[in-house]
């Protein structure tokens, strides 16, 4: 397996900025800039757009990207800490949690839950880097499907 050397992330839970602060429209208005045609929440709505301290110099930005029946997705950026400035745009499909320098993505196939796919993407310092990829392979018909496939699988080292 690959090693991925994992960065150190700060403990800081986030903070949410509400629409009705002062700095949330050209927090927004930034995300917006670089967000895909296909985030519709984001564009259609005011949404919460969470901020996680990932070191000094880096902030992930997390707001709700788009929503459909089974699965929703969310929209990642690195920004700078000023909050001026996209220094990268997150590469997740699907992602839809953060946690200690994690982004969990993947969804069901379709209602029944008897198909999916997972993947994690860990911050090594510098982006988010693919660590765990996995799907059930064909939709069976009973929920929660017959097994995980993994496509990618990694040796994640912590700090």
């Known amino acids: 397996h690959p090693v991925i050397q994992a960065a150190a992330v700060a ?36 949404q919460p757009i969470t901020l996680y301290p990932l070191d000094s110099s880096h902030i992930l930005a997390e707001t709700s990207c788009w929503v459909a029946a089974y699965n929703s997705a ?14 990268a745009s997150v590469d997740v499909e699907d992602g839809y949690d953060y946690s200690d320098g ?30 765990y990829k996995a ?10 499907g017959a097994w995980e496939l993994p496509t990618r699988v990694t040796t994640v080292r912590k700090p």
């Open 11 to 46: 403990s800081d839970p986030g903070r949410t900025v509400a629409p009705t602060e002062p700095d949330y429209p050209a927090l927004r208005a930034l995300l917006l800039s670089k967000a895909d045609a296909g985030c519709n929440v984001l564009r259609e709505s005011q």
């Open 74 to 87: 969310n929209y990642y950026a690195i920004l700078s800490p000023d909050l001026k400035t996209i220094t």
């Open 102 to 131: 994690t982004i969990e993505s993947g969804g069901r196939g379709r209602g029944l839950g008897d198909c999916f796919s997972l993947a994690r993407h860990t911050w090594d310092g510098k982006r988010f880097v693919p660590t």
């Open 135 to 144: 799907g059930s392979g064909q939709c069976k018909g009973f929920p929660g």
